[in-house]
C-alpha cells in the first residue's frame, strides 16, 4: 500500500503539471473562445506491477516471433521472450500484410509466428464503415502469398483471427461480441464453413474458443499436444517435453 501511494501521489503530480500546461494551449484557447470544451487533462490506463510472465516457450513449447509495427505489441513479445521484429505501416495494408507473411514463410528458426496487423481497427475506430471495408478488402488480397504457400506446402498451421470487435457505427470503442477463426492445416477437420465472417464461423465446428483454449487447439492441430494429466519431467506441461529424463529404477 505505502508504495502504491508513492506512485498514485508521483502520477496525480504529473497528471496536474500536464493539466496546467495543456489549458494555456493556444489550441485549447481557441476552442475556449469558440465555445468548445477544452482537451487539456490526459487519461491514464493500465497502471500497475508488473508481474513476470512465463516465457512463451516454455508455456507452450514453441519458439515465438512477433512481427508488427506498434511498440505495445512489440513489447509484448519481448516480455513473453518471442523475437520482437518491428515493420513499419505504409499506405497499402494488404501490401504490408504481404511483406510481413512473406517474411514469416522465409523464416527457419521459429515454430510459432504471430503477424499482426492493426489496420482495421484503426479503420473503424473513425467510424466510417466503408473506409473499414476497404480495408479488409486490401488485406484479403494481402492473403495471397499464404493461400499459395498452404497449398503447396505441407508444414504450416494458419489461424486468422482478431483480439476483439470494432464497431464502426456504434459509440463503442470496442465490443464484446465474439470473434471469427480460421483454422488451415493438414491436420485440421473440416466442416461445412465456406465464408469467413462472424455469423458462419459460430456455425463451424470449432464452437466457441476462450482465452488459451485457442494455442491448445493449435497444438492439437500441430501434432505437439499431449494428454491432460500426463507429466513428463517436473512440470506438467500442455507439450510434450524435450530434453527430459526417462523414467529409470533405483540401483
Avoid at 493539466?19 to 465555445?35: D, P, Q, T
Avoid at 512465463?54 to 521472450?81: H, T, V
Wanted: proline letters at 6%; glycine letters at 8%.
Amino acid at each position: 500500500p505505502e508504495a502504491a501511494e508513492k506512485t498514485a501521489r508521483a502520477l496525480n503530480l504529473y497528471l496536474s503539471h500536464c493539466h496546467a500546461i495543456l489549458s494555456e494551449h493556444e489550441v485549447n484557447r481557441e476552442r475556449l473562445k469558440n465555445g468548445l470544451p477544452p482537451a487539456n487533462f490526459l487519461a491514464t490506463q493500465r497502471a500497475g506491477r508488473r508481474v513476470v510472465q512465463e516465457p512463451f516457450q516454455d508455456k507452450w513449447g514453441l519458439k515465438g516471433m512477433m512481427i508488427a509495427s506498434g511498440a505495445i505489441y512489440l513489447g509484448l513479445a519481448r516480455e513473453l521472450g518471442m523475437t520482437a521484429v518491428r515493420v513499419a505501416d505504409g499506405k497499402d495494408p494488404g501490401e504490408d500484410l504481404r511483406e510481413r507473411i512473406e517474411m514469416a514463410l522465409s523464416d527457419t528458426i521459429h515454430d510459432f509466428i504471430h503477424v499482426h496487423t492493426k489496420a482495421p481497427d484503426q479503420a473503424a475506430h473513425t467510424k466510417d464503415p466503408v473506409r473499414k471495408k476497404n480495408v479488409i478488402e486490401s488485406l484479403d488480397r494481402g492473403l495471397d502469398e499464404l493461400v499459395g504457400a498452404i497449398k503447396q506446402r505441407d508444414d504450416l498451421l494458419v489461424a486468422i483471427t482478431s483480439d476483439h470487435s470494432t464497431p464502426s457505427s456504434s459509440l463503442l470503442i470496442h465490443s464484446g461480441e465474439p470473434v471469427p477463426v480460421c483454422i488451415v492445416g493438414p491436420e485440421v477437420r473440416r466442416d461445412s464453413v465456406t465464408t469467413f465472417d462472424e455469423i458462419a464461423a459460430a456455425s463451424g465446428c470449432l464452437g466457441f474458443l476462450r482465452g488459451e483454449a485457442l494455442m491448445l487447439m493449435l497444438l492439437n492441430y500441430a501434432n505437439r499436444s499431449t494428454l491432460l494429466g500426463h507429466r513428463l519431467g517436473p512440470v506438467e506441461r500442455r507439450y510434450v517435453p524435450e530434453g527430459h529424463k526417462p523414467f529409470r529404477m533405483s540401483d
